[in-house]
């Protein structure tokens, strides 16, 4: 049997810290006029590295083997800062995709899509690329031969529900997106909805994707859905939140029940936090695929391998990627 990543619908343990050590975090919980002034608890996952098909070295903090999902988010690779000559930094031959969809968002440099739709788009800091698989679709993402040789991004993937998994593919740019001065710093709002403005992005469940930028010695507050589940990963420096100290490298979880994120710097930093409601169908990840059983896997493998209903990116100089073979321990590629 092919080991997949599956996500069971029981509940995570949680173990929830506080930074004032002799507060129990539950003493508060019946009182909703007066709740936990610690929030309900961040548990910190290491980020694994995993390199992608054209040999560019990625921290995946989304899936852990602790942490399948927040929200719809199923996915996450944060790459760079890199600088570079010379050589293309980036070069992730045509893959397919099928059940998500791609969120690709950088903080410095550049990367080109190609997609079997015939889309290119550049992706650049401030816009966004976001590509929905749906049934089938296939692209590469390489540095383009004009760059700036700097790189440094995330892409994150969201799970289609249940009722837009199969449906068309489609791609778009988003060029500019909301942009929120909460004090502190600049929030850009990639997905999603946050503090009372929505991304213009198509999102197909409810959810939050944004970028926070803080400067030195500042603080920020965010008003969170407290039924959503969240998660913050930092980008670069460090930030405070309930006192405690995140670091880059980690998935921070934060769990449901929060109503504000408090953050605090000593040192200028940047952080992502993405969240939804818990999204409470069993997701099953393999290679490039999100799909709910091992057969949907199997056929979607088959029919890349076979050159069938994922199209073929004509706009990319090279050979596609092959796919794993099935039996390979769990990974994706990105
Ligand atoms: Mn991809």
Redesign the pocket.
């Known amino acids: 049997m092919p080991q997949l990543h599956e996500r069971s619908n029981t509940a995570t343990s949680f173990t929830g810290t506080s930074s004032m050590g002799d507060t129990e975090p539950s003493s508060n919980k019946n009182n909703p006029e007066n709740p936990d002034p610690n929030g309900p608890g961040i548990a910190s996952y290491p980020a694994r590295s995993a390199v992608l098909g054209g040999g560019l070295s990625v921290q995946r903090a989304l899936p852990l083997w602790q942490r399948r999902l927040v929200g719809a988010w199923c996915f996450a690779d944060h790459f760079g800062p890199l600088n570079f000559r010379d050589r293309k930094i980036m070069d992730?031959a045509p893959?397919p995709?099928m059940g998500l969809q791609?969120v690709s968002w950088l903080f410095e440099g550049e990367v080109l899509h190609k997609d079997s739709l015939g889309f290119e788009a550049l992706a650049r800091p401030g816009g966004l690329n976001l590509m929905t698989a749906g049934r089938a679709i296939a692209?590469s993402?390489e540095t383009p031969e004009r760059n700036s040789g700097k790189l440094h991004g995330l892409q994150l993937w969201l799970a289609l529900p249940e009722g837009e998994r199969h449906r068309q593919p489609s791609f778009d740019h988003y060029p500019e997106l909301p942009v929120l001065e909460p004090g502190g710093g600049r929030v850009h709002l990639f997905m999603g909805e946050l503090a009372g403005q929505r991304s213009p992005a198509r999102a197909f469940s409810p959810i939050v994707g944004a970028e926070i930028a803080l400067g030195s010695n500042a603080s920020m507050n965010l008003p969170l859905n407290p039924a959503w589940e969240h998660a913050l990963f930092i980008i670069d420096g460090l930030v405070l939140l309930d006192g405690q100290p995140l670091s880059p490298g980690a998935l921070h979880y934060l769990g449901t029940g929060r109503s504000v994120i408090e953050m605090r710097t000593t040192i200028p930093s940047r952080a992502a936090l993405i969240g939804g409601p818990p999204f409470g169908e069993p997701v099953l990840i393999w290679w490039?695929f999100v799909a709910r059983s091992a057969d949907e896997i199997q056929m979607a493998r088959e029919d890349w391998e076979q050159h069938r209903r994922f199209g073929e990116v004509r706009a990319y100089k090279g050979e596609r990627l092959k796919a794993p073979s099935f039996s390979a321990r769990p990974l994706a590629s990105?």
């Open positions: 992730v893959h995709h791609t692209h993402e490039n990105g």
